[in-house]
Nanobody
Framework: QVQLTESGGGLVQAGGSLRLSCAAS????????MGWFRRTPGKEREFVAA????????YYADSVKGRFSISRDNSKNTVYLQMNSLKPEDTAVYYC???????????????????WGQGTQVTVSS
């Protein structure tokens, strides 16, 4: 069982930066691939980024490549999402998630993930 708690959301102007954190409980954090997803009202949850348990592989949605960076610190049971050059269309509730699926395109799929946090709101003003 893994419990996930996101933090770091807030209101920022376009072009600004935020860093989201996701703290995980449980002693097996370093065996999970971690992902970030986001949802806007009326839309399905969409993939943002993922990182394998070693941190050796990362995956990004095309819409955030070059602007967002995912990382993890297994000693702190925490995964991060550094978001730079934010745009109003990045406004959403951001969720972190954990899966036992190791790697590959499956990490971009919502149903792959076993555990989810409650989400943190990110609002980017124009």
């Amino acid at each position: 069982q893994v419990q996930l708690t996101e933090s770091g959301g807030g209101l920022v102007q376009a072009g600004g930066s935020l860093r989201l954190s996701c703290a995980a409980s449980g002693r097996t954090f370093n065996t999970y691939t971690m992902g970030w997803f986001r949802r806007t009202p009326g839309k399905e949850r969409e993939f943002v980024a993922a990182i394998t348990w070693t941190g050796g592989s990362t995956y990004y949605a095309d819409s955030v490549k070059g602007r967002f960076s995912i990382s993890r610190d297994n000693s702190k049971n925490t995964v991060y999402l550094q978001m730079n050059s934010l745009k109003p269309e990045d406004t959403a509730v951001y969720y972190c998630a954990a899966t036992t699926i190791g790697a590959g395109s499956w990490v971009k799929v919502v149903s792959t993930y076993n555990y989810w946090g409650q989400g943190t709101q990110v609002t980017v003003s124009s």
